[in-house]
């Protein structure tokens, strides 16, 4: 058997006192970081800070946990350093995996790949987390690597959770289809209910999608990778949007995630918080008539978009319960499949991570969004920016009239709004914002649905799962 993470000689024992007590103190500082505080990056940055000349960093678990917030930043001056506290324990598991990982970051991937190789004898005998977390590290080092770790776990219980066959390059049978099928039925949502045939229809389009393949996003990865997506494809994208703003031709790029899918069900009839509170707290809803209109007119706005991005198959099977139910809602809404493009639900995400936004925020004009373009970081300093705000999402937002609404206060100015062609506009307001590019679009302007970008560019990183996950993506623009 491999030895245990973090397990340690007796002398490095002797050095410590009470060790064992603080390893375990030290290896939930990188959860904790990641999902309690305000500010993964600060919290990170304190681990380092306090992990600095700690005797800690001689054991495989302090070098583990220093390679790991080291990763998690994607600190490329401090990786030389983790990289040669973790050399005395290479060959470990777990410490490899943390070796691969920093390699692959600052672009060593032949040393990755071999590392990678090394450890592949012994992929099939370890338990299945460590297993898992061997997929993701091969995939993400190259698809070579990908495809050989998924071949020696062909068979095992990780092929029952990941769809392997995509790594390995061969077609996902009938009876796989079938099986992912039923992981997906069973799946229990506190909003939709799914039958077996809205269960085969969804795997069968995001399979078709990603065989096809008008998928983007590596399917041998966690669902919140947001590094994961083809980079020559984001940057086809961003190419086809400038087109759109140099002929003045319409265009509208929106993504669809667990929130709409709901929304587009008919199970959501406060828009997630957007029609605001009642006296007493609760959310409104849209009276029955105004919401079936309401849902009437999103369909309609959703058939003009010429790009409309849904989660993939592993973020459907991994990812949050009611993914599932965006690819059934545009099969439902009648919206053409070469528009639709799985794995687009992270297109903002892939655009702020690839630095292909940069080729945009010159062409801007304005934003529709809850936060003033002049405490985003990357267009600070535009004062020709035009700003149609609206109140932020209700969850993560403090208002200072309790009784604010954007379906009342902002959603009919903003839809008759004299958008003009050629403008470029951002937009992340939610449900509504899909409207809003739909608008846009029909003015001759283009629009780009980039979601908790806005939080993100005014340094929140607490507002999305998937942020707080990668906290490297919010370095840039912390406070």
Same mark, same amino acid.
């Given at each position: ?15 410590? =006192? ?12 990188? =959860? ?122 062909? /068979? ?264 003009? =062609? ?22 001759? /302007? ?34």
């Amino acid at each position: 058997m491999w030895p245990k993470r973090g397990g340690q000689s007796a002398t490095t024992a002797e050095s410590v =006192p009470d060790l064992e007590a603080q390893l375990t103190t030290l290896r939930q500082r990188i =959860p904790d970081a990641v999902w309690k505080a305000d500010s993964p990056v600060s919290a990170l940055l304190d681990l380092l800070a306090d992990l600095d000349g700690n005797p800690l960093l001689a054991t495989p678990t302090g070098a583990m946990v220093n390679a790991q917030a080291v990763a998690a930043l994607r600190d490329g001056d401090r990786i030389p350093a983790a990289l040669t506290l973790l050399d005395p324990h290479a060959g470990n598991p777990w410490v490899d995996l943390s070796r691969v990982d920093l390699l692959r970051i600052v672009g060593r991937n032949d040393e990755a790949a071999a590392v990678v190789e090394a450890q592949l004898p012994n992929i099939p005998l370890m338990d299945s987390a460590l297993q898992a977390q061997w997929l993701f590290a091969a995939s993400r080092v190259n698809a070579t690597c990908a495809g050989a770790a998924a071949r020696v776990l062909s /068979g095992s219980a990780i092929a029952d959770e990941w769809p392997l066959e995509f790594a390995m390059g061969e077609q996902i049978s009938e009876e796989r289809i079938a099986y992912f099928a039923q992981v997906l039925r069973a799946l229990d949502s506190r909003y939709c209910a799914f039958t077996d045939d809205d269960a085969l229809t969804v795997i069968r389009l995001l399979v078709d999608l990603q065989q096809n393949p008008r998928s983007i996003r590596t399917q041998t990865v966690p669902w919140h990778e947001v590094d994961a997506i083809d980079s020559a494809y984001v940057e086809s994208v961003v190419d086809r949007v400038l087109d759109a703003v140099t002929s003045h031709t319409g265009y509208s790029l929106v993504r669809l995630g667990d929130g709409e899918g709901v929304v587009m069900r008919g199970q959501r009839a406060n828009l997630g918080g957007a029609v605001g509170r009642r006296p007493d707290g609760h959310l409104r809803e849209l009276d029955d008539a105004v919401h079936e209109q309401f849902l009437a007119d999103l369909t309609a706005s959703l058939l003009t978009a010429d790009l409309v991005g849904i989660p993939d198959l592993v973020q459907c099977l991994h990812g949050p319960v009611d993914a599932r139910t965006v690819p059934l809602s545009v099969l439902d809404a009648g919206i053409d499949r070469e528009r639709i493009v799985s794995g687009g639900w992270y297109l903002h995400l892939a655009l702020e991570a690839s630095g292909q936004v940069q080729r945009l925020l010159p062409h801007l004009s304005g934003v529709i969004g809850p936060v003033d373009p002049r405490d985003m970081r990357p267009i600070a300093d535009r004062t020709d920016i035009e700003w149609l705000s609206v109140p932020g999402e209700i969850f993560y937002y403090d208002y200072a009239d309790a009784s604010a609404s954007h379906w009342d206060d902002c959603y009919r100015d903003i839809m008759t709004y004299p958008f003009e =062609p050629g403008q470029l506009w951002l937009v992340g307001a939610g449900t509504l914002g899909k409207m809003y590019c739909g608008a846009i679009r029909a003015a001759g /302007g283009v629009a780009i649905d980039i979601g908790a970008l806005f939080d993100l560019w005014s340094g929140r990183a607490d507002t999305r799962g998937e942020v707080r996950q990668n906290p490297w993506i919010t370095l840039p623009y912390r406070p």
